[in-house]
């Protein structure tokens, strides 16, 4: 059912100092940052050839990535986002079989224009999962 690595999400404190660090000191390609409040963050997008890594930061008084930073304070990888093709498929398979999808279940848009699924980390080795229909 999942597909290609989308991206792998690090939570970061500082995100111009990520964000810097990424450009200056790995050489990456990196995106403009992007205001996303209906998901109480700011990411920033570094394009690798093969995926991307997803800096993000709070925004907003209720961001869902808060509580993350204030128990790793230096940050740390907070989600992997897997493609697939049929979201509402996906989210109907997992559900049958005990997995816990956040959100109510309803699709969101994501930081692409795509609809996106986030799974609870408990229930899958204690990784925060997001889905993104491609
Ligand atoms: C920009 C849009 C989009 C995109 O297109 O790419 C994004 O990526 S948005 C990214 C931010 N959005 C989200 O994270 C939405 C989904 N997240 C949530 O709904 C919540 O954060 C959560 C995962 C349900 C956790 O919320 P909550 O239960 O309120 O927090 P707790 O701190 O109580 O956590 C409970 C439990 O789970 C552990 N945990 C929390 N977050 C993670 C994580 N990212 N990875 C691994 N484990 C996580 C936390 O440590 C707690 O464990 P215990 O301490 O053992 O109880
Ligand atoms: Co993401």
């Known amino acids: 059912m999942i597909g290609r690595l989308n991206h792998v999400a690090i939570a970061v404190p500082d995100l111009e100092a990520a964000t810097a660090q990424y450009r200056d000191t790995l050489g990456a390609s990196v995106r403009p940052p992007q205001d996303e409040p ?5 990411v920033v997008f570094i394009e690798l ?16 990535i808060a509580a993350f930073l204030e128990k790793n304070p230096a940050g740390g990888i907070h989600h992997i986002c897997y493609e697939v093709e049929d ?14 999808v956040l959100g109510g279940g309803e699709p969101k848009i994501g930081a ?23």
């Open 38 to 42: 209906e998901h109480g963050v700011t």
């Open 87 to 100: 979201i509402a498929a996906a989210r109907d398979r997992l559900t049958a079989q005990g997995a816990r």
């Open 49 to 64: 050839p093969n995926t991307k890594v997803e800096l993000i930061h709070p925004l907003g008084d209720a961001s869902p």
């Open 112 to 134: 692409h224009g795509k609809p996106v699924l986030f799974l609870h980390p408990k229930d899958f080795n204690g990784c925060l999962i997001e889905l993104e229909e491609v």
